[in-house]
């Protein structure tokens, strides 16, 4: 069993394929507990702090329904308004202030190296909800734990990884995770401006993680798992770079019929903009919902993990 008690999480790469296969079966635990009704109060009596510097929906909402699914109570802001932050306290101070309240902080934030901040101010463990262009490293668990689910192992898929895979912190965090299984291949779908970051590119390469560059259509061909990203506006420096990318490509549903081989499946961290066609939504392709819902259950076993609650 892998040391996860007191552990922060920064980052994808920081956990091996035992230690993530570990947190996967105590998520199935607890998904079909939840499916059963069954109640779990293991961190009755914790408090989970909930720093998001940002807006956020799934991520937000998933931590703080899996931390009062197990019995633990939340506290925290979003985009730090009603806090000191707006008084121009320092991101290190009103960390450790939440230390001082909290048994476990996640925090999200738009500047890159927050969590790492955080985790070295903080004397209780930090969980990084989403860190500028870098690490986002719970979606990728939700990521992966959705394709063993759907596939029974991650292991010998072929992947297309499409839209913005330089400023996306899931595409990043999803091309990371991928150098702990053992892909079949890998394709890259992006504008020239959105390409992977160089440092990305590098880990698949050290791991043997056969990539390359396609075309959207023959990247649907021969995908087992498409996943797809937003273009992100908010990321872009300079807002006319954003205009020459916006709508660079759709999966829609005359695209999947005329293209996708049996089986294919579409997952997407969301929110989606136009990048997803809503005729997909009822289709058998369509995954990015089942793939949200299980934010629940994986950040359940998160948690309980961290805080060394003794599981279902």
């Known amino acids: 069993m892998g040391d996860w008690k007191g552990r922060d999480v920064l980052n994808i790469l920081d956990f091996t394929r035992d230690e993530l296969e570990e947190l996967f079966d105590l998520a199935s635990e607890y998904k079909r507990a939840l499916e059963a009704g069954r109640v779990t109060r293991v961190l009755e009596g914790r408090i989970i702090a909930l720093a998001f510097f940002e807006p956020s929906t799934r991520t937000r909402m998933s931590f703080e329904t899996a931390a009062k699914r197990l019995g633990a109570a939340t506290v925290g802001f979003t985009k730090g308004e009603g806090t000191s932050i707006e008084k121009g306290e320092s991101l290190a101070d009103t960390v450790r202030m939440l230390d001082a309240y909290a ?27 989403g860190d500028g262009k870098q690490h986002h490293p719970t979606q990728a668990m939700i990521d992966f734990y959705t394709v063993k689910e759907l596939f029974g192992s991650p292991d010998g898929l072929t992947y297309a990884v499409v839209g913005d895979l330089r400023y996306g912190r899931a595409a990043s965090s999803f091309l990371y995770g991928l150098t702990r ?15 992977a970051r160089p440092e990305v590119l590098l880990a698949l390469m050290d791991s043997g993680v056969e990539y390359s560059e396609a075309d959207l259509e023959t990247a649907v061909e021969e995908a087992d798992v498409v996943y797809v990203t937003r273009i992100q506006k908010e990321r872009f420096p300079d807002p006319a770079e954003y205009e020459k990318v916006k709508g660079s490509y759709r999966i829609t549903r005359r695209l999947l019929e005329s293209r996708a081989k049996k089986g294919l499946k579409v997952l997407h961290p969301l929110p989606r903009v136009d990048e997803i066609t809503y005729d997909v939504d009822s289709t058998e392709w369509q995954a ?19 805080l060394g609650g003794d599981g279902v």
Do not use: K, W
């Open 181 to 195: 299984f053992r892909p079949e291949r890998v394709f890259l779908v992006s504008p020239p401006q959105l390409r």
């Open 103 to 129: 048994d476990l902080i996640v925090i999200r934030s738009r500047y890159e190296g927050s969590a790492l901040l955080a985790a070295e101010v903080a004397e209780h463990p930090v969980v990084n909800g």
């Open 288 to 306: 990015y919902f089942i793939q949200a819902a299980n934010g629940v259950p994986v950040r359940m076993a998160l948690l309980t993990l961290i």
